[in-house]
């Protein structure tokens, strides 16, 4: 066959995403040559939307991002905005739970903090003399033994 849908004949990858695409070409091919691939083949018109829709339906499912779709810039903003408007309010909700339960001291066993066991920085060490005892300078820890020293 030669014509428009020619060239674009499924490439047989192994993954989910590569089935959806060899899928939706072998859809478009038939659709392009319907006329004359009708008297040869029992796949019928209402096949061909059958198909198209279960691979909106799995390309959905599997995520779009997975497959290769970008999303559209007004779904990014609204899942941006989303997820910024969760943050804030649990973050509420953690003030709320941490005032109500002051006493008891489970806080945040009760709302922990989305950021908790993501790794990041270590703590900063305090300096320390050469017996490992933190200077202190003027009763303030962790400062060189030299600072703020005048001559």
Do not use: N
């Amino acid at each position: 066959m030669a014509g428009p849908g020619a060239g674009r004949l499924p490439r047989g990858g192994v993954g989910y995403c590569d089935r959806l695409s060899d899928l939706e070409q072998l859809i478009s091919v038939f659709r392009t040559y319907w006329a004359v691939v009708e008297p040869k083949t029992p796949v019928t018109m209402a096949d061909l939307r059958d198909a198209d829709r279960l691979v909106q339906r799995f390309a959905w499912a599997l995520g779009q991002r997975q497959c290769g779709v970008a999303p559209d810039a007004a779904s990014a903003d609204l899942r941006q905005r989303a997820f910024t408007k969760l943050v804030d309010v649990y973050g509420r909700v953690r003030r709320a739970v941490a005032f109500v339960r002051y006493d008891e001291g489970d806080a945040d066993v009760l709302a922990p903090s989305l950021w908790a066991g993501r790794g990041g920085r270590g703590r900063a060490r305090p300096a320390t003399d050469d017996d490992g005892a933190t200077a202190r300078v003027g009763g303030l820890p962790g400062l060189p033994a030299d600072a703020g020293a005048t001559t």
